[in-house]
């Protein structure tokens, strides 16, 4: 069964606590990895690799520049 | 000529997480070493090690933890706390501060983990930290970012010599006017199956596996090697003029250092000790001091039957008969690349407080040795200056000189 946003947000969420230590309480759909949530490139990569893991999907390295936002990468997940 | 004082001291070690509980356990005369329980351990001929007192993750966050290796961990830890000792802030000028940090081996326990990853779960699974986390100027940079340095970030590694030597090398910093402060130590953390491994096949580790706190036993007539510890040791070396004009509490001078080669074996110490004696003879000089003065020294003696007795005669030959020897080794295991800032620090305490930590297991000592040792109990003595020596393998000697402030 596919996951909803929200699951797929808390998930990003708890990944994001993990690798980066972002509050999840912080993280929403319009926040900016860079710009809100302070998650460089390096810690970005880690980021891909957990929620590759995660959510059993692919995000090849020419689509991580454009998961600018959280919803962005919800959005990606959501699509599988 | 321009003079260094120390005005601040870190560390974390086998005794303590700090220097003050390191202190008190040196002085106390307790080991650090015990078995090692861990799986890895079990199939090594030497299970036993002095792992650290205060493990990093009390005392750092989380995340920051995941993105550095152990010894940049300790680094961190140890250069914090001779920052914060020192009374050192924001305002200080950050184009005038420098640090001079090493590590023996650097992190070989992130190249090993990440090895194993790269193994089992491919390429894309291997942390991005990688390098930054492994790169033998680790710790010297983690440092310097921390505190902003911009004098320059330097990273000697000369094996159990690397942190005399970054010593040597920050209080030259300032002499040449490079820097007015220099966070100058080093740390090590290779506890772990290869590096154990490795020493082991070079026979030069203790199996003295049923009896952990008497493996290490400088100087005894039954001593079998060294015992790995790890840990980190860190001083803020300051101009004397500007240490005054804030006001610093100044611990001791760096009064001279000599940095000199063996040009003998790539492991094999000279057995007479020439190259580290004229390390201690440049150290002297530098001091213009008489070497009567010296009134201790923290012997490098890791515990092996040759290293010991050669250096006995390098000090006796150099420094004289009148001198008081310790081996804090005994009691912390070989630091390796942090050996040389923890056993400075220990020798600066010694002339502050004027007390040499014990000489601990010298229950039977070796027939060569003819000068004195704290043996087994602190001795108080009234010091003016003294010594520490550190040799690494490459055949590097460090020695530096110590006087009152």
């Known amino acids: 069964m596919a996951l909803s946003r929200d699951e797929i947000r808390e998930g990003m969420s708890d990944i994001l606590e993990e690798v980066a230590g972002v509050n999840p309480d912080d993280v929403a759909d319009e926040k900016s990895f860079t710009d809100d949530l302070d998650v460089d490139s390096l810690a970005m990569v880690e980021v891909v690799v957990a929620a590759e893991e995660k959510f059993g999907v692919k995000i090849p ?20 | 000529m321009t003079e260094v004082v120390v005005t601040g001291l870190g560390a974390t070690t086998p005794l303590g997480g700090d220097v003050a509980s390191t202190w008190e ?12 329980e861990h799986e890895w351990a ?41 920052w914060d000792d020192a009374g050192l802030n924001d305002d200080l000028d950050k184009e005038r501060l420098g640090v001079v940090f090493g590590s023996g081996i650097g992190g070989a326990l992130t190249l090993l983990a990440q090895d194993d990853i790269l193994e089992q779960s491919g390429p894309r699974k291997v942390s991005p930290f990688t390098v930054p986390m492994l790169m033998p100027n680790g710790p010297a940079a983690v440092v310097g970012l ?26 030259d910093m300032i002499r040449l006017g490079r820097a007015d402060v220099v966070v100058a130590g080093g740390a090590e953390a290779v506890i772990g199956g290869l590096p154990m491994a490795g020493f082991s096949s070079m026979k030069a580790m203790s199996t003295r596996n049923d009896d ?3 493996a290490s036993r400088p100087w005894d007539r039954d001593r079998d090697g060294f015992v790995m510890g790890e840990g980190s040791g860190a001083l803020i070396l300051e101009r ?25 074996d790539i492991v094999q110490p000279d057995p007479e000790c020439r190259g580290g004696g004229r390390a201690m003879a440049a150290a002297i ?8 003065e010296i009134g201790h020294v923290n012997a490098h003696a890791t515990s092996t039957p040759v290293g010991d007795m050669a250096e006995i005669k390098g000090i006796k030959r150099v420094v004289g008969d009148h001198v008081v020897l310790t081996a804090t080794k005994s009691m912390t295991g070989h630091l390796l690349g942090g050996a040389g800032a923890v056993e400075s620090i220990a020798a600066i305490l010694a002339i502050v407080e004027g007390v040499i930590p014990p000489t601990i297991n010298l229950e039977n000592p070796d027939p060569g040795l003819d000068l004195d040792v704290a043996a087994n109990e602190a001795r108080k003595v009234d010091l003016n200056a003294a010594l520490n020596t550190a040799f690494g393998f490459g055949g590097h000697n460090a020695a530096l000189l110590f006087t009152k402030a």
Do not use: M, W
């Open chain 2, 212 to 214: 952990p706190t008497h």
């Open chain 1, 61 to 80: 390295d020419d689509q991580v520049a454009n998961l600018k936002t959280v919803g962005d990468a919800v959005s990606y997940i959501e699509k599988g």
């Open chain 2, 25 to 36: 356990a040196l002085v106390a005369g307790r080991s650090g070493v015990h078995l090692l």
């Open chain 2, 42 to 82: 079990q199939e090594l001929p030497c299970r036993i090690a002095a792992e650290l007192a205060v493990e990093p993750s009390e005392v750092l966050p989380r995340v920051r933890l995941r993105r550095l290796d152990r010894s940049e961990q300790i680094a961190l830890v140890a250069a914090q706390q001779a």
């Open chain 2, 285 to 292: 000089k530098q001091a213009g001091i008489d070497p009567k």
């Open chain 2, 146 to 171: 921390e505190f902003g340095a911009q004098a320059g970030v330097h990273a000697p590694t000369s094996a159990c010599a690397t942190s005399a030597e970054a010593i040597s090398a920050g209080a």
């Open chain 2, 240 to 264: 004397r003029d500007h240490a005054e004009a804030r006001g610093a509490r100044i611990y001791a001078v760096v009064a001279g250092s000599g940095l000199t080669s063996d040009g003998y």
